[in-house]
């Protein structure tokens, strides 16, 4: 890749740039189902992800009585380059998904009460900014621990086994 898009934070194992990862949203939520969704951005916007800023936390999805998916909440600094030509920090930004992704999306919040959380924005192969969005089912506070009491156990037996070798 050229040097200029080289503020993003880390690559994924797929070649991806990883931009934001919401890591709290694995924590506070039960994931049934991910989805690929392309994002509409401004230019003062993209310049500012190529360096490699930007936040998913506190940010959600809710789908619009247009029929639209919009990210809301999502942080992206100003690009000082920019000037006048600027955008709002925290403005809603429209997700880009096929009807019937939509559609089923809707649904589930509707019906359902599940939320739409981003879990991570990156650069594509192709320089394109992308979000994964998953449709998910807040934890309780017992399933919360549960997930904490896992995380320690897989890390103490990652530390047994190295010191055995």
Request: aromatic share 6%; proline share 2%; hydrophobic share 35%.
């Amino acid at each position: 890749m050229s040097s200029r898009s080289g503020g993003a934070k880390k690559k994924a194992g797929d070649g991806r740039k990883i931009i934001a990862d919401n890591r709290k949203a694995r924590f506070n939520y039960s994931i049934s189902e991910t989805f690929e969704a392309g994002i509409e951005l401004r230019g003062s916007e993209v310049k500012s992800l190529r360096g490699g800023q930007g936040s998913l936390n506190e940010a959600y999805a809710q789908a619009t009585k247009a029929g639209e998916i919009m990210l809301v909440n999502a942080y992206i600094p100003v690009y000082l380059q920019a000037n006048q030509f600027n955008h709002e920090t925290r403005r809603p930004r429209k997700l880009l998904l096929h009807r019937r992704e939509i559609d089923k999306l809707a649904a589930a919040v509707q019906r359902e009460g599940m939320t739409i959380v981003p879990l991570r924005m990156y650069f594509t192969d192709t320089g394109l900014v992308k979000v994964e969005i998953g449709l998910a089912q807040g934890k309780k506070l017992a399933d919360k621990r549960e997930t904490l009491k896992e995380r320690s156990w897989e890390r103490d037996k990652a530390r047994l086994l190295r010191e055995k070798g």
